[in-house]
């Protein structure tokens, strides 16, 4: 990607004739010429030019994927205060703002000058890069928001660069025991599709179509929080988890910035912020010395032969090694409070929900301060795994409290709709779906054992 400061350069074969048209300028410099005709001098270079999907195809930068530090650097690099960037943080992020124009900040103290308006308009956007498409709204108040994916990102589709598609965002009710509606957790997305190919995931099927970019992120708050108050709903969002489609760590930067802007542009708490991963090791030491979230590590097994199998990433990052990461950074009787991390654990009959499974599982945490979250399984078209029992479920979690230690069992929410853990996504925009695995042939000894039985 080329610098915000570079000029404008035409270059010409010296091989060829004099006549020879000059290449195109790259985006980045093409805008930067138009900043520089605007402010009468070329822009100083920006020292986060590296972020994957900073700018549109046109070179201008994409103001909602920088955190306030980074967005008063672009304010002086323009020559503007800090002050600037402090009163657009406002106006972009702020309760029953939230922005799409810089016209639409009309309050006579906060409106911003024509000199500043033409100065956007040359080098910079406010779009967000997403558009409603459409909300489900399941039984239990569930709300799936369904967001098209729009505008050009330098860089290209995929991994690399812009996505294309669309992308789902989920809106939970956190209701307490008169069933009351207090307060939504918004769970978010971070990728089109995800290359880990959990095989209980549907998500996992797409494989990875592109990762999101900053602003998409937190553009999946600013819309919800729009949707919200245009329907008058007053339950506030207050809650923040990743785990919605795809592998947060796996497109580290965007989402660590996406949790700065959450914590000091949408004023969410930190603490009610929780990053979920399947385990990518070293991204994951990086998260923990941040301190920015909380963490959630999706096990799902207790050996390594069955998460190979229905979590891949096992074979790259094996139990000892994420759970020794685990134990450095979360031991037990040195944190306290809520200081901890939670291991995820979606059960699956016949898999790794047995009582062995549940001992091991807890010899395994038993030196990690950590909350053990069981999910119930959550069926999709062409899924080879079904629900535990309940009866098993009760079983598996009994293990934990008889020895003392919290153990919490996820509610499935939105099942009807295709919005609950597991069940995002459409593998129909897939050129190439991920695959199925086998399963070890001990599970699939036990697995046809069950399924006999029941015939």
Known sequence: ????????????????????APSAPRPAAAAAAVAAAVLGSVPVPLSFEHRAGLRDAAGRVMLKNLPLPELEEWCASVGEPPKRAKQLYRWLYGNRRWIRDLDQADSDAQA??????????????????????????????TRKLVFALVGDWEGGDGPAGSARGTVETVLIPMTNRQGQNLRYTACLSTQVGCAMNCQF?????????????????????????????EQEVQIPIANIVFMGMGEPLHNYDAVMAAIEILA???????????????GLVPEMRRFIASGRAKLAVSLHATTDEVRDWIVPTNRRYPLDELLGALREAFPYGKRKGDDFVVIEYVLLAGVNDTLADAERLLALTSDIYCLVNLIVFNPHDGTQFKRSADDDVRAFRGVFLRAGRPCTVRASKGDDE????????????SPRPAPLLRPPEAIAARLAAGAASQA
Do not use: W
């Open 1 to 20: 990607m080329a610098p915000a400061a570079a000029a404008v350069m035409s270059t010409v074969d010296e091989s060829s004739p004099s006549t020879s």
């Open 264 to 278: 000091t542009g949408l004023e969410l708490s930190r603490n009610k912020i929780i990053v979920s991963t399947v």
């Open 201 to 229: 995931c549907y998500t996992g099927r797409m494989g990875l179509l592109g990762n999101l970019t900053t602003a998409q992120v937190i553009e999946q708050v600013v819309e919800a929080r729009r949707y919200l108050a």
């Open 112 to 141: 911003f000058s024509g000199a500043f308006k033409a100065k956007v308009a040359a080098g910079a956007s406010l779009a967000g890069g997403l558009q409603l498409q459409s909300v489900h709204t399941a039984r239990d108040g």
């Open 418 to 429: 295709m919005a609950a853990c597991g069940q995002l996504g459409d593998v129909n925009l």
